[in-house]
């Protein structure tokens, strides 16, 4: 067993997880998306995004565009959070956590197919 | 995937920064979620909370020391307590990402990687044809500044780092890119632009045989058109260079053997030759032609041996003084030092002609000529210099000849890659009558001196010679040889040069061809002349209107407008 490998699959696996938790439920009601959970996404995925820097292997540079994908969705959806919150000031509306919820659906992806690499990594070297 | 050294170095910086960067991320993570946390009061004295876009806020400008104060509201003391946690754990965060910033760029691996990344791009970036030079010894020197003197780019690889930074100590025109790493490495030769499409030649100039070797079987393997030369110093490393079709080794002691053979068989050749391959720039003192008659020779090692082979072939009888018994019985031998008078005087010193001091010691070489000059004033003498340190000394002592490996593979290297007709003129003046020989080193030197020449080859095509060229195209169009060779800035005087050899494209050559020779496409030429008749040359041939006026004697305008103005002009006469 590699330390490095646990840590790797562990930041990867629980990015795809919060994302999921957080995209779950009614997409336009703000009590089913927890913004904490959103945040937790964010640092999460950011941190498997470090993680996967410096592969030079084909597969790696795939890893890294996925996290890439799921990093820019989930600040998107942030960002759309803020300006609702904050700039709009009338907090989450529904138009505003429909938005968010679905940028956040399209991280979701990115980080599926993370993960489906991951498996698929492990599966090639059979070790 | 395939990894550019630039590519290869952003890897590096992104791997090493990877424990850093995740700090970073953790520390403004939890303070941000900590001061969201922290129960706070509103502008009404209502319990309340910030919100992470606040709270993300607060921590940038805090972590990043910028400090605008305590935004939205002025904070509870919870919030404060926090703060101050988060205020020394992001000066860590950041003291940590800096420290390893700063490790990284003193590290060795990452200064190497910095170092061949912006070599390989001051490779790429070169624009025009270079030759690539392995090992900066003597050699590597000598022939980097005949390139610079020729106005050819050159990259250089040497292992040895101080070597390397020598480079940039001697003066060059143009920048010539180094780099300290070991040739003998395929992927290092491909840094440098081996298969750069550019790369013209390379050059194995180590002293060491073996990385020669490598480097010869790169070559061929990686880019089996590019000329490689290499140089070797031991008979079986050039068989093994041999098998695989090298096609330029050179062994210094075994071409100066041929020379030291040419020079007794038919000394004008061999000046000539060595008025030709000299250092470009240089002038060549000429020396008295060896004499015919028996010879001493001092050490016999592998330099010692090739003078034997030389003499041999001549039929000169040599008398082999050596400090180690006889290994070959049928020569005269004499065992002892020959440094001393004893031993020289043994060898019949009072009735040599020429002396060969050829051992590996260059204080013993020139004790032992010191000593049979004193014993026989007459003596020719051959002196090999081992160390280039040692040059004040040899030239101190006025040798006939002096032997110096390097200028002897620099000159080889030269010749064959700048002017591959030379080769080929050199061929035919070993083989002509000495008398010929004579006859044009004696017009050559009285038309250009003792200083060594350009010498230049010419080949009549579209990218070449473009006016020419075009010139040709024209049907019922001639070009003689004497109307070329005139001065483009007066076309009543000749260009200070001459043309040695011309061959026609199916593979017929002419030597020496006279001014009436017709030039015909696809001929190449073989010149030789002031530098600046080559300049000469290359605006006559490059340049249509200066062609016109070399071959009519009218000064034709420039651009288009005044061509026009000029067909005008001439049109309006004639009608008048």
């Given amino acids: 067993m590699n330390l490095e490998k646990v840590i790797f699959g562990f930041f990867i696996v629980l990015a795809a997880t919060l994302n999921f938790g957080f995209f779950i439920g009614d997409i336009d ?68 956590t429909t938005s968010v919820v679905s940028l956040s659906g399209g991280a979701l992806f990115a980080n599926i197919v993370s993960v489906i690499i991951l498996i698929a990594e492990t599966i090639m070297q059979r070790r | 995937m395939a990894v550019t050294p630039q590519q290869g170095l952003f890897f590096l910086v992104l791997r090493r920064m990877r424990a850093p960067l995740i700090a970073l991320i953790l520390i403004l993570a939890v303070s941000t979620v900590g001061l969201t946390l922290a129960p706070g009061v509103d502008v009404d004295g209502q319990p309340s909370r910030l919100s992470f876009f606040h709270a993300f806020y607060f921590i940038s400008y805090t972590a990043t020391t910028i ?65 690539l030079i392995c090992g900066y010894g003597e050699t590597g020197r000598l022939i980097c500044r005949a390139l ?29 890119p180094v780099l300290a790493a070991d040739a003998s490495q395929p992927e290092i030769l491909r840094i440098a632009g081996l298969t750069n499409p550019r790369c013209k030649g390379v050059m194995a100039l180590t002293n060491d045989d073996q990385a020669n070797l490598a480097i010869a ?52 050749a061999y000046h000539l030759l060595t008025w030709l391959t000299g250092v470009p720039g240089t002038t060549i003192r000429r020396h008295r032609d060896p004499p015919r008659g028996p010879w001493v020779l001092c050490g016999y090692g592998s330099f010692g041996a090739a003078m034997v082979e030389a003499l041999d072939r001549e039929a000169l009888p040599v008398t082999i003084i050596d400090r180690h018994p006889a290994r070959d019985l049928t020569r005269t031998w004499i065992e002892g030092d020959a440094t001393g008078a004893q031993a020289l005087t043994g060898a019949g010193i009072g009735q040599a002609v020429g002396i060969v001091a050829g051992t590996a010691n260059d204080v013993d070489n020139l004790s032992v000529v010191v000593t049979a000059r004193e014993l026989n004033p007459r003596l020719f003498t051959v002196l090999r210099q081992n160390n280039f340190a040692n040059r004040a000394l040899f030239e101190a002592f006025d040798s006939d000849v002096t032997v110096v490996s390097s200028e002897i593979i620099a000159h080889e290297c030269l010749a064959i890659l700048t002017t591959p007709l030379l080769d080929l003129f050199l061929q035919e003046i070993q ?6 020989s004579r006859e044009i080193l004696d017009a050559l030197t009285g038309r250009f001196d003792w200083v060594v020449p350009a010498v230049w080859s010419l080949r009549f095509n579209l990218p070449q010679t473009p006016a020419v060229h075009r010139h040709l195209m024209q049907p019922g169009s001639r070009m003689d ?50 530098p600046r008749a080559q300049r000469d040359l290359a605006l006559t041939v490059e340049n249509a209107n200066t062609l016109i006026y070399v071959q009519t004697g009218t000064d034709l305008p420039g651009g288009w407008l005044w061509q026009w103005l000029a067909r005008r002009r001439k049109s309006a006469e004639q009608s008048r």
């Fill in chain 1, 29 to 96: 009601n703000p009590v089913h998306h927890d913004v904490y959970e959103l945040f937790a996404a964010i640092v999460v995925n950011l941190i498997a995004t470090v993680l996967k820097f410096g592969d030079r292997t084909q597969i790696g540079a795939v890893h890294l565009s996925t996290s890439l994908v799921a990093d820019l969705q989930l600040l998107a959806a942030a960002m759309v959070w803020g300006y609702g919150t904050h700039i709009l000031g009338q907090g989450m509306t529904p138009e505003i």
């Fill in chain 2, 67 to 131: 400090g605008f104060g305590e935004i939205p509201v002025t904070f509870s003391d919870q919030q404060r307590l926090w703060v101050i946690v988060c205020i020394y754990l992001s000066v860590v965060g950041w003291a940590y990402a800096f420290s390893a910033v700063l490790a990284l760029f003193q590290d060795a691996a990452f200064l190497g990687a910095v170092r061949s990344e912006r070599f390989a791009g001051k490779v790429g970036r070169i624009r025009e044809p270079f030759y």
């Fill in chain 2, 481 to 530: 040889l004497g109307t070329l060779l005139r001065d483009p800035h007066d076309r009543y005087s000749a260009l200070p040069c001459a043309a040695l050899l011309l061959r026609r494209e199916g593979g017929t050559a002419e030597m020496l061809p006279g001014a009436d020779t017709q030039i015909q496409l696809g001929d190449e030429l073989l010149l030789v002349g002031r």
């Fill in chain 2, 431 to 436: 083989h002509r009558e000495d008398a010929w």
């Fill in chain 2, 148 to 176: 610079d003197h020729l106005g050819l780019r050159a990259v250089v690889l040497e292992k040895d780092p101080g070597k390397a930074g020598d480079v940039e100590l001697h003066e060059y025109l143009a920048d010539i």
């Fill in chain 2, 217 to 268: 079987i790169s070559a061929r393997l990686l880019a089996p058109k590019l000329p490689a030369l290499c140089r070797v110093e031991h008979p079986d490393s050039a068989a093994n260079m041999a098998s695989f079709g090298t096609r330029h080794i050179i062994n210094p002691f075994a071409r100066f053997g041929e020379y030291l053979a040419l020079a007794l068989r038919a000394p004008a």
